[in-house]
């Protein structure tokens, strides 16, 4: 097996677990607004056109 020096796998169970952290001691309110003020956050940082594209392409 090769070594790598970047592995995607492990950046993402580390990312989830990070985001399960934050969110088990909330109530299911809470982490709602959690991911609503997350996904405001994304739309503000990606121009509408490139949405509108990824809607309509689905």
């Known amino acids: 097996m090769k070594n790598k020096s970047f592995d995607c796998v492990e950046m993402k169970r580390k990312g ?3 985001v399960y952290q934050k ?3 909330l109530s299911i309110e809470q982490q709602l ?4 003020k997350g996904s405001a956050s994304l739309r503000q940082q990606i ?3 490139s949405i509108k594209k990824a809607v ?3």
Request: proline fraction near 6%.
């Open 16 to 18: 989830a677990e990070g």
């Open 23 to 25: 969110v088990a001691s």
């Open 33 to 36: 607004e959690y991911w609503r």
């Open 47 to 49: 121009p509408s056109e």
């Open 56 to 58: 309509a392409t689905g």
